[in-house]
Nanobody, 123 residues
C-alpha cells in the first residue's frame, strides 16, 4: 500500500485547508484510514480516522467540530477538511492506514504511512 498526502500550505488563523490522501495498492474494505500530525518538538498525535467500509469516523477532541474526515472509495482517496484553523494546528500531517476498527487513535497500530504534508497556520 502506498499513500500520498497533499494539500498542505500556509493559511491565516480562522482559515481553511483540505488535505488529500491518495491510496494505491491493495486496499481492503476492512481498512481504516487515519490522519496524524506532529508539531515541532512534540510527538505524533491522532487527528481523525475513517473506516473505508462503513464511513464511521473518529476525531481527537482538539479538532472536533472543526475538522471533517471523508472518503471517496471510487478514487481511493481520503480527505481532511480543516476549518477554523488555529496556530496550534501547525504541524506536519500524515495519513496512514491499518486493518480493523480497533485502536484507531494508536499510531503504533498503523501499518502504512505516507509522507507528511506541512500545514502552517499564522496568527
Amino acid at each position: 500500500v502506498q499513500l500520498q498526502a497533499s494539500g498542505g500550505g500556509l493559511v491565516q488563523a480562522g482559515g481553511s485547508l483540505r488535505l488529500s490522501c491518495a491510496a494505491s495498492g491493495l486496499i481492503l474494505s476492512s481498512y481504516v484510514m487515519g490522519w496524524f500530525r506532529r508539531a515541532l518538538g512534540k510527538e505524533r498525535e491522532f487527528v481523525a480516522a475513517i473506516s473505508w467500509r462503513s464511513g464511521r469516523t473518529d476525531y481527537a477532541d482538539s479538532v472536533k467540530g472543526r475538522f471533517t474526515i471523508s472518503r471517496d472509495n471510487a478514487k481511493n482517496t481520503v480527505y481532511l477538511q480543516m476549518n477554523s484553523l488555529k496556530p496550534e494546528d501547525t504541524a506536519v500531517y500524515y495519513c496512514a492506514t491499518k486493518d480493523g476498527l480497533r485502536n484507531v487513535a494508536y499510531r503504533t497500530d498503523y501499518d502504512y504511512w505516507g509522507r507528511g504534508t506541512l500545514v502552517t497556520v499564522s496568527s
